[in-house]
Each structure stands twice: as C-alpha cells, then as structure tokens.
C-alpha cells in the first residue's frame, strides 16, 4: 500500500552536514505518522525523529536534539531529515517509516512501512 525510498545518503566530514528524504508512493504519508530510524553496525535499530500526522507534533532522540531536523513537504509525498553538526557516532543505515495507529512513535516495532534505508558515514 506504501512503499518508500531513502536518498540522500553517503560520506561526509565531521562537523559537517547532509540531507536525507524519503519519498512516498502508493499513497502519500497524510494521516500517517512519520519517523526516521538508523541502526549502526553491532547496534540496534534506535529512533531518530518523528512526525505525528496529528497536530503535526514533532519528537527527537536525546542524541540528535539540536542537531537534527525532520520535515515534510506540503503534499506530504516526501519526509526529509537535516543533519547538522555530524559525528562519527552518527554513522548507520538511516531508514525512514510509517505507522498506521502506532502506541508510540519511538518504538520501530509499531511501523508498518519501512524504506530500504540509506548508509551514512561520517569520518573523522
């Protein structure tokens, strides 16, 4: 019903910055509650960002408040995250999803619909 595709992804330097969007088809991401996820080599899949379709209400990691910002656009086809301030430790397949009627938008569990990820890699 929704399928999704990351870009944006690649190398960079630290301190520097990259942008990532993921485009919807099938359907566009209205009424459907957005999130970006990344997972390291070693690590689990960890939460990044959010969008709550309701009341547009956005939430973050503790490790990328600041630094991150996730966004969509008008129509709602693309989700964006801009990254700023990169470090090594931001390094991991980042995936964006979308969850239908989720418990919690921090939870990778409670998403329905997942990208192929993209990897980024920042080098120090």
């Known amino acids: 019903q929704v399928q999704l595709v990351e870009s944006g992804g690649g190398l960079v330097q630290a301190g520097g910055s990259l942008r990532l969007s993921c485009a919807a088809s099938?359907?566009?991401?209205?009424?459907?509650?957005v999130g970006w996820f990344r997972q390291a080599p070693g690590k689990e899949r960890e939460f990044v960002a959010s969008i709550a379709w309701r009341g547009r209400i956005t939430d973050s990691a503790d490790s990328v408040k600041g630094r991150f910002i996730m966004s969509t656009d008008n129509g709602r086809n693309t989700v964006s995250l801009e990254m700023n301030s990169l470090r090594p430790e931001d390094t991991a397949v980042y995936y964006c999803?979308?969850?239908?009627?989720?418990?919690?938008?921090?939870?990778?569990?409670?998403?329905?619909?997942w990208g192929q990820g993209t990897q980024v890699t920042v080098s120090s």
């Open positions: 099938g359907r566009t991401f209205s009424r459907l509650d």
């Open positions: 999803a979308a969850a239908l009627d989720p418990l919690t938008l921090r939870a990778a569990s409670q998403y329905d619909y």
